[in-house]
C-alpha cells in the first residue's frame, strides 16, 4: 500500500518560535496533500488542501500567513507552524491522496506529529 | 447539525460480542464513503469504504443508505484487537476529493 511518513513525530518547543512538519509520499506521487489538526477526544480537522506547484487552499478559520504551506514537489509537503503558541499544540497529520485504480477519493495519512508549546 | 454525527460511545463489550456503529451526515452531494479506525494518539487507517450496495470484509460489514443519508458498520465476533476509535467518514461533496470526519465512536472489547 501507498506509504506517507511525517517527521518529526514529536516536537516540543517554546512560544513564539517556529516549527516546520514534513510529509513526504514515500512510494508514489500525490498530487494533493491535506493538512489536518486534531485536538484531543476531537474529530480531525481539516486545516488546508495542497496542490503540487500551487497555493494551498485554506478552510475558514484558518490563518493562512501563521500556517505556511509548501508544496513543491509531488512527493513532499511542509507545514510551518509560525510564532507557535501554547494554544498551537495539536496532533498534526497530513494525507496524500493518490489517484488512479479506481480509487480516486482514498487517502493515505501520515503517522501524525505531535505539537506541544510551552 | 453536525456534518457527521456518530454514536457518542464509548462502547464496552465482551470478546465475541456482535455491535454496530451508526452514522449520519448532512451533505447530500456526498458521493464516497468511508469507515476509518484511529487507535490511540496515532493516525486514522482506512477500515473499509461503504457502497450502496453494502460490502463485506470478513467479520466487518458496512452498509450505506443514501435516502437516509445512514452509514453503519457491524463488527462481528469482536477481537481485543478491535479496541479503538471508528471514525465516519464522507466526501465534503460532489467531485470533491475532501473528507469530512465524525469525532469517533470509542470501541473496546473486554477479555
Known amino acids: 500500500g501507498a506509504v506517507v511518513s511525517q517527521h518529526p513525530s514529536r516536537v516540543i518547543c517554546k512560544s513564539g518560535t517556529s516549527v516546520k512538519i514534513e510529509c513526504r509520499s514515500l512510494?508514489?506521487?500525490?498530487?494533493?496533500m491535506f493538512w489536518y489538526r486534531q485536538f484531543p477526544k476531537q474529530s480531525l480537522m481539516l486545516m488546508a488542501t495542497?496542490?503540487?506547484?500551487?497555493?494551498?487552499t485554506y478552510e475558514q478559520g484558518v490563518e493562512k500567513d501563521k500556517f505556511l504551506i509548501n508544496h513543491a514537489s509531488l512527493t513532499l509537503s511542509t507545514l510551518t507552524v509560525t510564532s507557535a503558541h501554547p494554544e498551537d499544540s495539536s496532533f498534526y497529520i497530513c494525507?496524500?491522496?493518490?489517484w488512479g485504480g479506481g480509487r480516486s477519493y482514498e487517502q493515505y495519512f501520515g503517522p501524525g506529529t505531535r505539537l506541544t508549546v510551552t | 447539525r453536525k456534518e457527521v454525527e456518530q454514536d457518542p460511545g464509548p462502547f464496552n463489550v465482551p470478546e465475541g460480542a456482535t455491535v454496530a456503529f451508526n452514522c449520519t451526515y448532512s451533505n447530500s452531494a456526498s458521493q464516497s464513503f468511508f469507515w476509518y479506525r484511529q487507535d490511540c494518539r496515532k493516525e486514522p487507517k482506512l477500515l473499509m469504504s461503504v457502497y450502496s450496495s453494502g460490502n463485506e470484509d470478513g467479520r466487518f460489514t458496512a452498509q450505506l443508505n443514501r435516502a437516509s443519508q445512514y452509514i453503519s458498520l457491524l463488527i462481528r465476533d469482536s477481537k481485543l484487537s478491535d479496541s479503538a476509535t471508528y471514525l465516519c467518514?464522507?466526501?465534503?461533496?460532489?467531485?470533491?476529493?475532501?473528507?469530512?470526519f465524525g469525532k469517533g465512536t470509542k470501541l473496546s472489547v473486554i477479555p
Open positions: 495542497s496542490n503540487e506547484g500551487s497555493k494551498a
Open positions: 512510494d508514489f506521487q500525490a498530487t494533493t
Open positions: 467518514v464522507v466526501t465534503s461533496g460532489a467531485g470533491s476529493y475532501q473528507l469530512t
Open positions: 494525507s496524500a491522496t493518490h
